[in-house]
């Protein structure tokens, strides 16, 4: 089984409150040097069956229509080839 | 400025409620073959200056610390070379 993960940011120009909040912790917990943290979520996918680009275009779909608000958020999709999935295979 | 994201997902045993419920509208929404879902955070840091050894070190600190509950939760750290770092080079 192979695992595909579909990472889900805020675009650049929309606020991020929960990153603003971690990096103005950061200071206070005495680490600097960090000029800016954005937090975003990560999905993990186990895909039953080869991960082909038809397979590929779906999760594409089923990341812009219902991971990610695409008004508010972007979205990257990547093959993640980990041992458990070569394991498995 | 360069960039760091820390992933941090539920340890594999812990149950994930929200990836569950991910999975389970999925073949509602008309996508099948997906095994398993499981959601996490995705925080993207940018660092002032060089990511060298101890800059790694201190981030992993802060994501052991701060950023992950390493009870429950696993997290990674990676060095990202984007775009966007490289022009502000």
Redesign the interface.
Known sequence: ?ARVVV?V?LKPEILDPQ?QA?QR??PR?G?D?????????????????PVDAA?LA?IN??AE???ANTVIEDFTVKIEADEKAEESK
């Not at 040097?33 to 069956?49: H, P, S, T, Y």
């Open positions: 089984m990472d940011m990153g971690v912790a950061l917990l680490f040097g960090i000029a800016d943290v954005r937090q975003g979520k990560r999905f993990e996918l186990e895909v039953e069956g397979a779906r779909e089923m229509t219902f991971l």
